[in-house]
């Protein structure tokens, strides 16, 4: 059979690229350390913290049914094949190059699978969930290896006291730096007649990255820094206003806050990246704020730290940093951002990376 007669009838298409790998490649074992697909048909993981998973679907045919899998980094030890009950088929782990894993879930049968509804989610740092599909009750008994809920991050944040719960994102634990030493400027990006980029739900990117913005403010002034935001509300403001502000009150920082849109609002584009346009110091300030927005938003790629030539960034004479926070077309990243608590997560991470900046520089 030829190769484009395969093609025909095996539909692949990858589903989600997950949060970028940190993981030294010395430590090459499998980052799958647990599974369980639950009898409701969600599909729970335990992998290595900040792996970089990507899930594929595989259409059935006449002579199998469908195929759901994950290949994650590091190398199986011992491939194997557990059996299925109910329409699950089997399910399969194995090494389909050296080293991955891939985890195989094949039904009996076709059409058990709805891909478009599928989500990817991230639970923290190391546990993921995607619910596969739906059946009748008792149709199918759990399969599964290893325990997915014991968490190995927030080590940090088992230690507070439960009088800060209130704080749930407290583990970013901002530094603390010379009170009234630093001037910074925010830059919400757009605002006014210019709405920025639409994402799902009509959110507005204007809307998200000036509520982002404030709360970063209200942070840096609590450590205090002093901070001066381009706009207040929403005003359109021309970019050359926008670096005047920054240049003429010769601030030590500016940082220009923007979320993505993706070419025909494709729903499967997701990530995080940080723009500088030159030098040492604006790529180390747009690594410190990269990493830590990373850190917030499990299962959204790392789309890296960039050199860009926006105005903003170009033209300004301080360290410059232009950082796009997700993707407002993106399922995941558009599902995040429309909730306050995620954009407040967000707003200390930038924090926590300007202030790791200026404790560096100071
Ligand atoms: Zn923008």
Redesign the pocket.
């Known amino acids: 059979m030829s190769k484009s007669f395969f093609n025909k009838f095996f539909r692949f298409f990858s589903l989600c690229l997950l949060l970028n790998s940190s993981i030294s490649p010395a430590r090459s074992s499998s980052a799958l350390a647990a599974w369980s697909l639950n009898s409701n048909g969600v599909l729970e993981l335990r992998t290595k913290s900040n792996s970089k998973l990507k899930a594929y679907f595989q259409k059935g045919g006449n002579t199998f049914g469908d195929r759901f899998w994950i290949d994650f980094p590091g190398e199986l030890k011992n491939p194997r094949t557990i059996e299925g009950n109910g329409p699950i088929k089997e399910i399969r782990l194995g090494k389909p190059i050296k080293g991955k894993t891939r985890l195989v879930v094949e039904f009996s049968a076709k059409n058990y699978l709805k891909p478009l509804n599928w989500k990817l989610i991230g639970i923290d740092q190391n546990r993921w969930k995607i619910k596969l599909f739906s059946l009748p009750k008792n149709s199918f008994k759990k399969i599964g290896e290893g325990v997915v809920s014991k968490s190995t991050i927030n080590l940090e944040a088992n230690k507070k006291p439960i009088n800060s719960r209130k704080r749930n994102y407290d583990f970013l634990r901002l530094p603390n730096i010379k009170r009234n030493k630093f001037y910074v400027v925010i830059d919400p990006?757009?605002g006014g007649q210019d709405p920025?980029?639409i994402g799902i739900g009509g959110l507005r990117?204007a809307d998200v990255?000036l509520d982002v913005s404030k709360r970063v403010k209200n942070l840096l002034t609590e450590k205090g820094v002093n901070v001066r935001l381009t706009r207040n509300n929403e005003v359109d403001l021309d970019l050359p206003l926008r670096v005047s502000v920054a240049n003429r009150t010769d601030a030590d920082l500016f940082v220009s806050i923007?979320?993505?849109a993706s070419r025909g609002k494709r729903r499967d584009i997701n990530g995080l990246e940080t723009f500088y346009y030159t030098g040492w110091r604006g790529r180390l300030l747009a690594k410190k704020i990269q990493r830590q927005i990373l850190k917030v938003s499990p299962g959204s790629p790392d789309r890296g730290v960039r050199q860009g030539r926006f105005f903003v960034i170009k033209n300004t004479r301080m360290p410059a940093v232009l950082v796009?926070i997700g993707f407002l077309t993106g399922r995941l990243d558009a599902r995040r951002l429309e909730k306050s608590i995620h954009r407040k997560r967000i707003a200390y991470a930038i924090t926590k990376g300007i202030l790791e900046y200026l404790s560096k520089a100071g």
Do not use: D, F, S
């Open positions: 990006g757009h920025g980029a990117e990255v923007h979320a993505n796009e």
